[in-house]
């Protein structure tokens, strides 16, 4: 077996003279060293063609590698044409061995190929094993081995790590340590040992493997047959498959890749962020630590200090968090770092040297500060670019052209965007991030929205690079973000049963403006809500088609339609109101409270002649409910509340509904359950009325110690909705007792005023006072007339 001093040391011999045939480079995909490697050996011996592990349908790609506005981190996207979601992902980093050999090649005018099992073939198998009923999922481009080979042949060096060992072997590897080609050759010796090892322990097939190599083979003998020298850039578990000497013959090969399924797959580049790339999904993904390997590879290319450079970055990354980082510590932490990858036999500083030697110096012991800069700087807020001139969707195409339009570039760091409606530029801002959402590019998120009749809006938005895949499926809709996000309402529509959900599609036609839009989703709603029957889905439906009837104005839309159907939908909700509110257990009075709560809501928006119709409709059918003992107390206490606070009904008659719902003769949960409906809201109620907040506390007084037991979590989650300085006082209150008469009361109580004021006048004219009658608050003049 190959020893760690092979694969490290293979350099002796000097540099090897251009010989012919197929040179297979296998790497660690993603690998800073593997990626300088190539370089090398790409460099040693100057092939006619490289070839590069990836499916075919990537060669398209080929030729825009060569675009300096493709910046990476790029992916190549392999997408079913006619199910955009069935898509698989190729990353390449600026620090992948695959980047650095494709656009060595590209250079240099040599032609490209990529080799693997077509795509095509790929998506029609896993479609076919869905078929079969096995838990299939779209195929990773790279299957894993069953033994993971950089375990054995780190256990064969002595290592307990094996990431560790390929670091120390092969990524960390001295740059003049001689032929980087003999290096690679000892890389594949070294996995064909594993890999006979594997056969040995495990003889069964490997079906996926197989086509995988054998597709492999048969593009290298393609190019082989063109050209003298080739070059093969893998990952090195199939290093030893695909030297020419180990190739089956071309019978055998084409026996295992005869008569797959096909499927029709379209590939384009895709811009990728580090951050995808450390999350370990896509192709051959997950680097735990892309920005760390980036700066560790430009610092090779560039011939700076990896070291230096690296803590000069941490330390200033550490003093924007108001840490201090002075250059002195900085040069202590270098040596540091150096001291430690000596003592752990390290051929150079790694990134777990500099983190402990950060931590230990620069941070005084502590972990947390490393962790406030551990996204900036180990894992790096990179996101490549696409140039136009790549072949993409019309409707990727018009995007980009509306996100220059806009001004509003794509960044993998989250960042918040508030808008002003009333500006043009911010406005269609606006339209692009709705009609994005409704089209599941959900590139934005609205926050600290307070509805749709302010001109202002927040958003927090962050570009994932899984969003390319959702903008390829949106354009199955439409060539144009408008019109695709009008076919897909239109679409969404039709296909609706819900009337909450066609009444929020109202509301996202009128903040995205899709004016042609708006009347097919009305239609369909006015449809629906003549069959409909569930009050809770038509009292889900008021506040979205309130909101709109309300503020159509603001953004320009014309809501005469809306209107109707809001009517239609509210007078039958007041109608089916209190049938629905019969019983009912906890959890559907729970959903029935919130809907109404929320067509409450809606229909305090309305004004005008819609207001003046459906108010007193609403108000009939809550008091419906309110004074009905039958009815769930959660939902019967809303109600109360609710009619009370809109002065339909008087502080006595809501004291007297409590005193009976809290009576000894009620059930202790039931009256818990009212007291949770009424009391939602602010404490003002019962700060100010002594009377309600007198009945609550003797109800709690009065319960048993074993039902107080059961009441307790309700209870809590009733008054946990008030405020901190609003329970304190409460309890202030509750301690304190009944107010003391004040001498104001003192004296109302002593004098009638009715009775003595006409004396109190004839005596005052005898004695010749001038007395004024004050105005009452009707009779007070307005502030125009006092001016006057």
């Not at 955009?84 to 061995?97: G, K, T, V």
């Not at 030893?240 to 590939?267: F, I, S, Y």
């Not at 606070?645 to 000894?664: F, I, K, V, W």
Request: hydrophobic residues 45%; contains cysteine.
């Amino acid at each position: 077996m190959t020893s760690t001093e092979d694969v490290a040391g293979a350099a002796e011999a000097g540099p090897l003279l251009r010989r012919a045939g197929v040179h297979v480079l296998g790497v660690r995909h993603h690998g800073p060293g593997s990626a300088r490697s190539v370089l090398a050996a790409l460099e040693e011996l100057a092939p006619d063609a490289v070839v590069i592990e990836g499916p075919p349908e990537l060669d398209v790609l080929a030729a825009h590698a060569g675009d300096p506005d493709l910046v990476p981190p790029v992916a190549g996207l392999v997408y079913v044409a006619d199910e955009p979601r069935r898509a698989s992902f190729y990353p390449m980093a600026d620090f992948s061995p695959e980047w650095v050999a494709l656009r060595w090649a590209v250079a240099r005018g040599l032609p490209v190929r990529f080799a693997d099992l077509p795509a095509t073939h790929a998506f029609a198998l896993a479609s076919q094993a869905e078929a079969e009923g096995e838990d299939a999922v779209p195929p990773p481009p790279r299957s894993r081995a069953r033994l993971d080979p950089l375990a054995v042949l780190a256990e064969t060096a002595g290592y307990d790590d094996p990431e560790r060992w390929w670091e120390d072997a092969v990524e960390h590897r001295s740059a003049t340590a001689g032929s980087a080609l003999e290096a690679f050759d000892a890389v594949a010796e070294a996995m064909a040992e594993v890999r006979a090892l594997e056969s040995e322990q495990d003889p069964a097939a490997n079906p996926e493997n197989d086509r995988r190599e054998a597709a492999m083979r048969r593009v290298l003998r393609e190019v082989a047959a063109a050209h003298e020298v080739v070059a093969v850039v893998c990952g090195a578990y199939h290093a030893p498959a695909l030297r020419q000497g180990a190739w089956p013959t071309k019978t055998a090969d084409a026996r295992t890749l005869a008569k797959l399924p096909r499927v029709k797959v379209t590939a384009t580049w895709a811009p990728w962020s580090a951050g995808r790339l450390a999350r370990g999904s896509g192709y051959g993904a997950g680097v735990t630590s892309p920005g760390w390997y980036q700066h560790l590879f430009a610092a090779w290319r560039d011939g700076t200090d990896v070291v230096a450079g690296w803590l000069a970055r941490v330390a200033r990354e550490l003093r924007e968090e108001g840490i201090d980082a002075p250059p002195a510590s900085v040069v202590d932490t270098v040596r540091a770092a150096e001291a430690l990858a000596a003592l752990r036999s390290r051929p150079s500083v790694g990134l777990p040297e500099l983190t402990d030697a950060t931590t230990a110096v620069l941070c005084g012991g502590s972990e947390l500060p490393m962790r406030l800069v551990h996204e900036r700087l180990v894992v790096g807020s990179d996101l490549g670019s696409v140039p136009e001139r790549v072949p993409q969707t019309p409707l990727a195409q018009d995007l980009a052209r509306q996100q220059r339009a806009v001004r509003l570039k794509p960044s993998a760091t989250p960042q918040t965007l508030v808008l002003d409606l009333r500006r043009e530029n911010q406005r269609a801002r606006s339209l692009l991030l709705h009609r994005l959402r409704l089209l599941g590019v959900h590139w934005g998120e609205e926050v600290d929205s307070t509805g749709t009749g302010t001109f202002r809006e927040t958003w927090e938005l962050a570009w994932e690079p899984g969003l390319a895949v959702a903008v390829v499926e949106a354009g199955l809709h439409g060539t144009t973000v408008l019109d695709a996000a009008t076919a897909k309402v239109v679409e969404e529509a039709a296909g609706a049963g819900d009337l909450g959900a066609l009444g929020r599609l109202v509301e996202q036609c009128l903040v995205a403006e899709l004016p042609e839009a708006l009347p097919a989703v009305v239609d369909a709603l006015a449809a629906l809500t003549v069959r409909a029957h569930d009050t809770l889905a038509l009292l889900r439906a008021v506040e979205p088609l309130a909101r709109t009837r309300r503020y159509g104005d603001v953004r320009g839309s014309e809501t005469e339609r809306v209107a109707g159907v809001l009517r239609t939908v509210t007078l039958r909700a007041c109608v089916g109101l209190r049938a629905s509110a019969a019983s009912l257990d906890d959890e559907a009075a729970a959903d029935l409270r919130a809907a109404v709560d929320s067509a409450h809501r809606g229909l305090a928006l309305l004004a005008g002649d819609t207001a003046a119709e459906l108010g007193p409709a609403w108000t009939q059918a809550l008091g419906s409910v309110a004074g009905d003992d039958r009815v769930h107390g959660s939902v019967s206490g809303r109600a109360c509340r609710l009619l009370l606070d809109g002065g339909h009904l008087d502080a006595g008659e809501a004291a007297a509904r409590m005193g009976r719902r809290l009576s000894r003769a009620a059930p202790a949960p039931a009256g818990a359950a009212w007291l949770d409906g009424f009391l939602d809201g602010d404490a003002l109620l019962l700060l100010h009325d002594e009377v309600l907040l007198g009945l609550v506390d003797a109800w709690v007084a009065g319960v048993s110690d074993e039902v107080f037991e059961d009441l307790l979590p309700l209870l809590r989650r009733t008054f946990s909705r008030y405020q901190p300085a609003e329970r304190r006082q409460l309890g202030t209150r509750l301690r304190r007792g009944p107010a003391a008469p004040t001498a104001g009361d003192a004296l109302d109580a002593l004098v009638d005023l009715e009775t003595g004021l006409p004396p109190a006048l004839a005596v005052a004219a005898l004695l010749g006072i001038p007395l004024r009658r004050t105005p009452t608050l009707q009779e007070a003049p307005t502030r125009q007339e006092a001016d006057a």
